[in-house]
T-cell receptor, first 114, second 113 residues
Framework: AQSVTQPDIHITVSEGASLELRCNYSYGATPYLFWYVQSPGQGLQLLLKYFSGDTLVQGIKGFEAEFKRSQSSFNLRKPSVHWSDAAEYFCAVGPYSSASKIIFGSGTRLSIRP | DTEVTQTPKHLVMGMTNKKSLKCEQHMGHRAMYWYKQKAKKPPELMFVYSYEKLSINESVPSRFSPECPNSSLLNLHLHALQPEDSALYLC????????????FGEGSRLTVL
């Protein structure tokens, strides 16, 4: 079965510290992988996406993610977080051909300690 | 600024009311979506319109009725809702027939009394 697991429900990091949010997926074919961010009371915004090629992808707002096929993981990283990064982060997986089949993970809430 | 505009941002309605949520995009996208999101949960797909035709209905109750008047507009008509339908309703669009990047609106927060 296709699924996305975000094992951390809530993470708190200090401002200026590095960040890694975990995402593991189960998918039968080559997946199309995404990270979306949702600030409180807002819609979702795409941070970055991966389909093929370089396994380290760069996104907006200084985020990057690394695809590791052997570990079925697509972890999101940022070297130095800002207070404005406090939000809900969703990992998602889907087929290349259809946005309607995207499966979202349960989300990780990021809090920033001043 | 989001390129998918949803109105209203907030809506309170009684269980006997009829109301509508509206969504508009001007990116030339040919697929539009309605998602429902409860607090602290990921979005759940409700409907997909592809090239103005309903292509996916995720077994949504008939008290929710989608409509796509043209390729830029998407409506969600609401009638006889239940309190458990209170949620954030998100509209999204994508290029359609293309890879899965979704562009979301800011959502309409619905409260059913």
């Amino acid at each position: 079965a296709q699924s996305v697991t975000q094992p951390d429900i809530h993470i708190t990091v200090s401002e200026g510290a590095s960040l890694e949010l975990r995402c593991n997926y189960s998918y039968g074919a080559t997946p199309y992988l995404f990270w979306y961010v949702q600030s409180p009371g807002q819609g979702l915004q795409l941070l970055l996406k991966y389909f093929s090629g370089d396994t380290l992808v760069q996104g907006i707002k200084g985020f990057e993610a690394e695809f590791k096929r052997s570990q079925s993981s697509f972890n999101l990283r940022k070297p130095s977080v800002h207070w404005s990064d406090a939000a809900e982060y969703f990992c998602a997986v889907g087929p290349y051909s259809s946005a309607s089949k995207i499966i979202f993970g349960s989300g990780t809430r990021l809090s920033i300690r001043p | 600024d989001t390129e998918v505009t949803q109105t209203p941002k907030h809506l309170v309605m009684g269980m006997t009311n009829k109301k509508s949520l509206k969504c508009e995009q001007h990116m030339g996208h040919r697929a539009m979506y309605w998602y429902k999101q409860k607090a602290k949960k990921p979005p759940e797909l409700m409907f997909v319109y592809s090239y103005e035709k309903l292509s996916i209905n995720e077994s949504v109750p008939s008290r929710f009725s989608p409509e796509c008047p043209n390729s830029s507009l998407l409506n969600l008509h609401l009638h006889a809702l239940q309190p458990e339908d209170s949620a954030l309703y998100l509209c999204a669009s994508s290029q359609g027939g293309y890879t899965g990047e979704l562009f979301f609106g800011e959502g309409s927060r619905l409260t059913v009394l």
